[in-house]
């Protein structure tokens, strides 16, 4: 069942392709009679989706999407059998994740086929329903349908998996035919959480709404509406894991003893050590068996463990409950949004200090970008320099931390909105905006530069960079960088003034690898780990086909223009830049950023420091958090096995202790719809 997850959605953008331009002309024309719903979000509208009964009784949809350029161009015919499952689906077209080509047939036999771009099979069909891939997100209607006739004894799912359907609140909405029922409801099975869906008064589809809508043309404006009710549902449930774990008996005294204790300050491990949690902080730190465990402390074990402070994920677009559950899982405690709603984040904020919301604690951006198709949905979408400015002072009196500009704003624009924020204290930092290199950017007032493809930017060709609120921000580093001279005159100058300006770096070098070096044969290094863990249509999804490949370059010219990337982070370290780990995906992916941070030459501890205290002095946390010392907030977790040795075992988390509660790593993942320990 084809995921409509949209809140995670790859914080880059893209323009068709010249390869993939002949496939559009190839996919179908949908006719004017054609069901019509679009694709939108607060910023705009973003694409459409059609569907129609062709004359031989198969339905035929058609999808067309520009997500801030990203290019979405599928279609897809499904027969339906007479039990209405799928028997014959063909997709064509493609996504910016590669070719979106499947075919899914049951012959004679009764066995089912299918084959996609990352996988092929074969099973026998029973009472299953085929799980596609991908394809034109309206499809999804009919596995809908589907799963309100199963009824609570929901349905199997080919490949593998099982799914049901509840249906819960009723709300009344506008639309072009007057006022509408529509119903909330969710499906469980194909995400690590409920995933909500609304259905009509007669229980059938009717769409999606969350970070981004998919609503019949015409009802855009309830998309707002809808997710607010959703988003308090979600509170709801959310609310009860929280008073499971945030009780008086997680929050007593905690010994750990004997353990390896990393301290990100000095940058070094202490072998052998002893640290004492009580009243939510650390109470005392020294050599194994110094310390006395207080009457009715909780003794921890630390031999063959590490004990860290909690990791920061610097690049988490924060706004899904679940997927805050699932970092506090995974060992985050701490997060930097690079681009959150003003609502949103002053939701998660209260919900957390009231104890009803179980979720790292960090800082938050909002997102500036001019009006324009490609404008970054989310964003506070501006039309000059002095409404950018205006956007700068509504974030400060929101409470926010800092401002993030995005790649379709004017240039002339960032110097005057950039000045505003840094005379009300706010933190400058975003896209590079297409016309300027990142030095241009810094220099009108960016204290940050998110993502590496950014960077390279500096030494892309002129037309790359008039371009780069298009796919020329990724297109270009994919087909220049593979050539670049890292170590040229022009390029040491440039890593030199960033380090004079201490300009912070936030590569998210995860979001890159999947879409430079897949081929769909296997699950990108960042989630391969997570696979036997993780619901078997979300692992699916893992797997891509890589970015589509243009102008005659093959998938090993873009492994090296990734490899490059790798290496500018590593020249960036050594020239005196700091860094920061983000992962602008899950958080799942964090563990990967700091493996890629080591091929980039950093050493065990100072990636393990990008993740720790670089980022809590960033945000001016670093006097609570991002150490293990007395008097510090106990924001710390316990992990099986050496991590000076494998910094992979960061992946083990054995407990987690936030804001001084003890919580269960096995709990806490079984929570966050992980099944077990990740490999």
Do not use: C
């Amino acid at each position: 069942m084809r995921s409509l997850r949209l809140g995670l959605l790859l914080a880059t953008a893209a323009i068709l392709p010249a390869a993939a331009q002949t496939q559009k002309a190839d996919l179908m024309t949908p006719p004017t009679e054609a069901r019509h719903f679009t694709i939108s979000s607060t910023a705009g509208k973003h694409g459409d989706v059609w569907s129609w009964t062709l004359a031989d009784g198969r339905i035929a949809y058609r999808m067309s999407m520009s997500l801030r350029g990203w290019i979405t161009e599928t279609d897809e015919v499904v027969k339906l059998g007479p039990d209405r499952r799928p028997i014959d689906v063909a997709v064509r077209g493609f996504t910016d994740s590669g070719d979106a080509t499947e075919s899914f047939t049951v012959d004679a036999g009764g066995v089912a086929h299918w084959k996609t771009a990352v996988d092929a099979g074969e099973k026998p069909f029973g009472k299953a329903r085929y799980s596609s891939y991908g394809g034109p997100w309206l499809a999804f209607e009919n596995d809908v349908d589907a799963l309100v006739a199963a009824g609570t004894a929901g349905i199997d799912l080919l490949p593998s998996g099982h799914a049901s359907i509840s249906i819960g609140k009723a709300v009344e909405i506008d639309g072009p035919g007057g006022k509408k029922t529509v119903k909330l409801a969710y499906i469980t099975g194909t995400g690590f959480s409920p995933s909500p869906v609304w259905l009509d008064a007669q229980n059938r589809f009717f769409g999606v709404s969350g970070g981004m809508f998919l609503l019949p043309e015409g009802y855009e404006a309830a998309g707002p509406k809808l997710k607010e009710v959703q988003d308090k549902e979600a509170a709801e449930m959310v609310r009860g894991v929280a008073h499971r774990f945030l009780v008086p008996a997680n929050r007593t005294a905690t010994l750990v003893d004997h353990v390896l204790l990393f301290d990100s300050v000095a940058g070094k491990y202490v072998p052998d050590q002893a640290v004492l949690i009580s009243d939510g902080k650390v109470a005392k730190v020294g050599p194994a068996g110094s310390i006395a465990a207080p009457a009715g402390a909780t003794v921890l074990d630390g031999k063959g463990r590490t004990l860290l402070p909690g990791l920061w994920d610097s690049h988490q677009h924060v706004g899904d409950d679940w997927n805050l559950l699932q970092n506090v899982a995974t060992g985050m405690t701490n997060y930097r949004s690079p681009g959150s709603s003003i609502e949103d984040a002053q939701s998660i904020f209260k919900r957390r200090a009231a104890g009803d919301l179980l979720a790292p604690d960090g800082k938050v951006s909002v997102i500036i970008d001019k009006k324009d198709p490609l404008a970054a949905q989310g964003a506070l979408t501006v039309s000059s320099a002095a409404e950018a400015v205006a956007a700068v002072d509504k974030i400060k009196a929101a409470g926010m931390w800092g401002v993030k500009f995005y790649t379709s704003m004017d240039p002339a624009w960032i110097a005057p909105a950039a000045a505003e924020a840094h005379k009300l204290g706010l933190h400058v930092h975003g896209h590079v905006p297409a016309h300027m290199r990142p030095l241009d950017a810094v220099r009108a007032g960016y204290d940050e530069v998110t993502h590496i493809n950014f960077i390279l930017m500096q030494a892309m060709p002129q037309d790359v960079v008039d371009k780069a609120n298009t796919a020329a921000r990724l297109e270009g580093p994919a087909q220049y960088g593979k050539d670049l001279n890292l170590d040229s005159l022009e390029l040491r100058a440039f890593y030199a003034e960033l380090a004079k300006r201490k300009t912070i770096i936030d590569p998210t070098l995860t979001v890159w690898e999947p879409l430079m070096t897949s081929d769909g044969s296997a699950v990108p290094p960042e989630y391969a780990a997570y696979v036997d863990i993780a619901p078997p249509a979300v692992a699916r999804g893992w797997k891509i086909g890589g970015y589509p490949l243009f102008a005659g370059l093959t998938r090993a010219d873009f492994r090296k223009s990734f490899g490059k990337m790798v290496e500018v982070v590593g020249r960036l370290h050594q020239a005196g830049v700091p860094i920061v780990a983000g992962t602008d995906g899950y958080g799942l992916e964090l563990v990967r950023e700091l493996e890629l941070y080591q091929q980039a030459g950093l050493t065990n501890v100072e990636a393990l420091q990008t993740a720790t205290i670089v980022p809590a002095r960033m945000v001016g946390m670093d006097d609570r958090v991002g150490a293990i010392a007395p008097g510090k907030t106990a924001d710390i977790i316990l992990v099986e096995g050496d991590v000076s040795k494998d910094i992979g075992n960061l992946r083990h988390v054995q407990t987690v202790f936030l804001d001084g509660y003890r919580l269960d790593g096995d709990a806490l993942r079984k929570a966050s719809g992980l099944t077990g320990m990740p490999k």
